[in-house]
């Protein structure tokens, strides 16, 4: 197989660990100086590609790439931005080949969530009809844990991690000032149709009884009545209440509880924020003082809380898209696979991209309590060994020290831009 360069691209928000899964695919090419050339890295993504801004990873020391493992955030930055079907635009996936082969460009690694995969899967189709091939290998990475066939995604792991801490800490913050002040503490956290992250709230709990009381996810219809009847009961029993709320919780017709009105790049409905929604509700209804807070990016971008599980596995995938490419394989994505056995062990897989693109993977009801307001002791094995361990980044002057790199551009090579 004739000597090719790589294109790597960050794909969606980004977590505390995508940079883990761009140290592994780096790492591992760097290893096969026989198979692959150059390590280019898209600018914002896909964008990089669609307007031939290629960083030249070759620039970056062994040393700053290898820094990338502790660093969050999207080192060559990440876009919001789904390529139209081949129907719709095919001038956008004609784009992309066109610069691979300007490039020199035989491998395509792109470190997303379904829609990635999607886009990962057509450009693997239109390559080979244009005569350029190209082996697209995509790398999981969501923290809303909802792409298919992978027990879970690198970057759940830590935001899930994040979720428990911060409930826990949280909890113990109004029970203290509860007979005074606060009674009801609200924390929104991320998960618009899949309930994983807030599902993580319940980590927090040691015992029956603790913090959080009530989980709210979009896989169960929220029932007004029902959810102040719980607060209200359990501000009776314990003098506070603690709710995770994910941002999707809806209504039995659909609408979301925080529908904003508007749609994102993928075409998302835009959510307002379940949490001051649940509050003001709260209020009017039960007249009990509120606290909320909304863990937004904090959640995605906590590095220095990740999970020791959910780096190495992200570290894993990177690597493992390369030496998959490299052996001649195409259009699949690198999976987690948790063993079976009394102790929790995992490995590395693979599946097919078309069976992974645009699929989302929902909680399963055995892992939502019989009410619809907590999780169940299958939710809980399954979700505990995901946020096992620390690795913390090194520390200076008290604040963790993250990787910065020069991303340098190669020179264009095309005379016509594109415009998206």
């Known amino acids: 197989?004739?000597?090719?360069?790589?294109?790597?691209?960050?794909?969606?928000?980004?977590?505390?660990?995508?940079?883990?899964?761009?140290?592994?695919?780096?790492?591992?090419?760097?290893?096969?100086?026989?198979?692959?050339?150059?390590?280019?890295?898209?600018?914002?993504?896909?964008?990089?590609?669609?307007h031939e801004e290629l960083i030249d990873v070759s620039q970056e020391s062994d040393e700053d790439i290898a820094a990338l493992r502790h660093t969050p955030s999207g080192a060559f930055?990440?876009?919001?931005?789904?390529?139209?079907?081949?129907?719709?635009?095919?001038?956008?996936?004609?784009?992309?080949?066109?610069?691979f082969k300007a490039h020199d460009i035989g491998y395509f690694f792109y470190n997303g969530g379904g829609d990635s995969a999607d886009t990962c899967l057509k450009v693997s189709q239109l390559s080979e009809k244009m005569g350029y091939p190209i082996q697209a290998i995509h790398i999981p990475k969501t923290v809303d844990n909802d792409l298919p066939l992978t027990d879970n995604c690198p970057g759940f792991g830590s935001v899930a991690k994040y979720v428990a801490v911060s409930t826990k800490e949280a909890a113990l913050d109004v029970a203290s000032m509860c007979a005074t002040s606060t009674k009801v503490f609200i924390l929104e956290v991320m998960g618009r149709h899949a309930g994983w992250i807030a599902a993580a709230g319940a980590l927090a709990q040691e015992q029956e009884g603790d913090a959080p009381h009530i989980i709210l996810f979009p896989e169960v219809a929220f029932d007004k009545e029902k959810f102040l009847a719980k607060v209200q009961q359990t501000v009776d029993q314990k003098g506070y209440c603690v709710i995770v709320a994910s941002e999707g919780a809806q209504y039995a017709d659909g609408t979301f509880l925080a529908d904003a009105g508007s749609v994102d790049a993928f075409g998302h409905k835009q959510l307002g924020g379940v949490a001051p929604t649940l509050a003001n509700m709260i209020k009017s209804e039960l007249g009990l003082k509120y606290h909320w807070a909304l863990a937004d990016y904090l959640q995605r971008a906590a590095r220095h809380i990740a999970s020791a599980t959910d780096v190495e596995q992200a570290y894993a995938v990177g690597r493992s898209a390369v030496e998959m490419a490299v052996a001649g394989q195409n259009a699949i994505m690198p999976i987690i696979v948790r063993n079976k056995g009394p102790e929790y062990s995992w490995s590395v897989g693979e599946a097919p991209l078309?069976?992974?693109?645009?699929?989302?993977?929902?909680m399963p009801a055995e892992y939502i309590s019989?009410?619809?307001?907590?999780?169940?002791?299958?939710?809980?094995?399954?979700?505990?060994?995901l946020i096992q361990?620390?690795?913390?980044?090194?520390?200076k002057d008290g604040v963790p020290q993250y990787a910065k790199l020069k991303n340098v551009l190669v020179e264009k090579k095309l005379e016509k831009g594109f415009d998206v």
């Open 389 to 395: 361990g620390e690795d913390y980044p090194p520390y």
């Open 1 to 50: 197989m004739p000597k090719k360069n790589a294109f790597y691209a960050q794909s969606g928000g980004v977590t505390a660990v995508i940079n883990a899964s761009a140290c592994g695919v780096i790492e591992a090419a760097r290893e096969h100086p026989d198979q692959i050339g150059n390590v280019y890295a898209g600018l914002n993504g896909i964008l990089g590609a669609l």
């Open 354 to 362: 078309s069976d992974v693109a645009n699929v989302e993977k929902m």
């Open 370 to 385: 019989e009410d619809g307001l907590g999780i169940t002791q299958a939710g809980r094995d399954y979700l505990l060994p």
């Open 77 to 99: 930055g990440s876009c919001r931005y789904k390529l139209k079907s081949l129907e719709q635009n095919r001038a956008e996936y004609e784009r992309l080949i066109e610069v």
